[in-house]
């Protein structure tokens, strides 16, 4: 079902439309036609305005036949994830709760890809109020990976990487508090980038100096990754970071020499975390990429003893700050792991609060420490490979029970905890053919430069290249418990 403008990345498909090869009513036709071939299957996109899109393509033609200067995402089709507000169009955040919601503003990373050109069509599946790691709600159901159908495409931005992964569209918006950007994308074949902190500013009424969560694109090139980065980073106004890094800064050159660049590898972070062995023996033969490349590759990891506490308390805050309104109101229609997770926030005592600054105080002295040795530090994204889709989450890692819904995405939540950028580059595919990630994560705001080193992997790999057929009818899924 692979279609040729669908193959193209954003880089390349922008350019056709800006030169006149391709029009912005053919890159929606093309857009629209994979979404009625595959979604069928996969249950990526859950809400569609094809008549709105098509009067915005019809826009960006007329603009280009104008003579007109084009924005750098002009004409590029588009759906969003659900969980990010989109000015008019229908909103849930995959909950029962907000069914009928339509936001009258945009998110700041939707108004910005707007205004950089992007043809918004629909939205995105998520799991509900983007909580877990894999991608299904009461409302619409479950999205599947393009490359068995039967099984899970990782989340919360699991609508986003499947619909990329799908050719559907060549890049797409998401969010990552514990992982949603990165293990999606390791489940479906992309790359996913969880950027330093405010580089893509998160305005909020409840709390502007939040640091945990962020927002930030999916791929199937870390160029197009850039390209997205160079629309949407930069500073604002309603939230008091620093503007750490210009959107200039993604539109220099990606080239980069790896000689000499020092990479600490771990198995478990250095504190047990159980991965399935398959994806451990076949990372580990990929690291060869990097020292074929001149890189020097080391077994190291900061001390990684206190970041759950650090991860597990800041997001209890953040889901108690901006979700214990709703779940007041609307609780009874809400998920189990959502109240689980607004209910540790709000029994969280000051004692706890002083012990959780502490911790990631020391947990910050740990990753400079290491980042005084090593250039770069990779470790497996996912722990498991995509499963069973009918399940809430994996019961167990590796002969290891799972106590939490948390539990099996601990690979990206730890390096959540730091406040890292964080890259997922495709790493290859398991035996029966799974995708499989690497996470690469750089020091603080090296974001630019981590994205040369996935680069390098990516173009002596071209893993991402290899796409799914999807072909096989749809699953008839119940969801259970695990």
Sequence with gaps: MSSTIGELTAVELTAAIRSKEISAREALDDHLQRISDVNPVINAVVTLDAEGARALALNADQRTAS???LPPLHGLPMTHKDTNNTAGMRT???SLALRDFVPDADDLIISRLKSAGVVSTGKSNVPEFGAGSHTFNELFGTTTNPYAPTLSAGGSSGGVAAVVASRIQAIGDGSDMGGSLRIPASFCNVVGFRPSTAVIPMPSDVNAYAWLGRTGPMARSVEDIALFMSVTAGSDPRVPYPAALHPQVFRDSLETDMRGVRIGWSRDFGIGVPVEPEILEHLERQLSVFEDLGAIVEEAT??????DLVFGNTRAIDFAAGLGPILERSGDVIKPEVHWNVNKGLGLTA???IETAAARTRLERSVQDFFGRYDLFASPCAQ???FDAALRYPAS?????????LDWMRSACLLSATGLPVLSVPAGFSKAGLPIGLQLA???YSDMQLLRWGRAFEQQTGYAAVAPVVTAEPARLTTVSA
Excluded: C, I, K, W
Excluded at 397 to 405: H, I, L, M, P, R
């Design 67 to 69: 003579g007109a200067e």
């Design 92 to 94: 849930t955040q995959g």
């Design 302 to 307: 900061p001390d990684f003893s206190e970041a």
């Design 351 to 353: 004692q706890d609060l």
């Design 384 to 386: 498991v490979l995509p």
């Design 397 to 405: 890692v590796a002969g290891v029970e799972s106590e939490t819904y």
């Design 442 to 444: 750089g020091n603080h």
